[in-house]
């Protein structure tokens, strides 16, 4: 059986019956053959608590020391939870942990403000037909955990060593346009489209037999010069 990686996930929320669902909910992970992560919970009941368990984990080590956040927004202020997201995304941006906004008070505003400010999710505090809350928490953690591995993934196979290898003969076909590229079993042309309204029509066919989570590499293929266009 292959080892699952290990990710640790914060739940910021000061309701103590939705962090005891989310928890348990994380911990089903393990037994979930689906699921490539086991995780290892935390939790903080406030933005005060918050912060000194991010420091205790080594705040400022430049790296997150939780991969997943998930975040109430009204706990000792009406945008405590915003004012967190907006904390992590100023310190460490892109690197920043998948923050997962929960909540019981749904505003387009804090909606906005949040994805803004790099938040994965927005998730509003109810069941969804057959899938309750907490499931639907940790199902967008996933998903988004295996769309960043996904990508280190791709940077590493299709961007230091295909592409460099193979834009040659992809420029005189593709030159100018989006092209979509897929590395399983090996790394081919699946998609082409002149902007990106054009190339996701193309993806409708493709994206049938695949995840959600699983997405092409997208890249824009450099124009060729004047003595390449005529050498074609």
């Not at 918050?50 to 706990?75: K, N, T």
């Not at 899938?131 to 590493?156: H, K």
């Not at 996701?200 to 037999?209: A, C, T, V």
């Not at 450099?222 to 003595?227: K, M, R, S």
């Amino acid at each position: 059986m292959s080892m699952k990686a290990r990710k640790k996930v914060l739940i910021l929320d000061d309701e103590p019956l939705m962090c005891e669902m989310l928890i348990d909910r994380f911990a089903d992970c393990v037994t979930n053959q689906d699921c490539p992560y086991e995780f290892e919970a935390d939790v903080a009941n406030s933005a005060a608590e918050w912060v000194e368990r991010f420091h205790s984990a080594g705040h400022g080590a430049g790296q997150a020391p939780y991969d997943v956040v998930v975040l109430d927004i009204r706990m000792e202020g009406e945008r405590s939870g915003l004012e967190a997201s907006f904390a992590m995304q100023q310190q460490w941006g892109s690197e920043s942990p998948v923050r997962i906004i929960c909540t019981g008070y749904p505003s387009y505003r804090d909606c906005v403000e949040a994805t803004r400010a790099g938040a994965w999710d927005y998730i509003v505090k109810e069941d969804n037909a057959d899938t309750p809350l907490a499931q639907l928490v940790a199902n967008s953690a996933v998903a988004r955990l295996r769309q960043l591995d996904l990508r280190r993934e791709q940077e590493t196979l299709i961007v230091l060593d295909w592409l460099p290898l193979n834009i040659p003969d992809l420029q005189p076909q593709y030159e100018g346009r989006l092209v979509a590229l897929w590395h399983e079993p090996e790394i081919i042309v699946v998609a082409t489209g002149r902007d990106a309204f054009e190339l996701e029509h193309s993806l409708k066919g493709w994206r049938r037999d695949h995840e959600a989570w699983e997405q092409p590499f997208v890249v824009q293929m450099p124009l060729l010069n004047d003595d390449r266009r005529g050498e074609s």
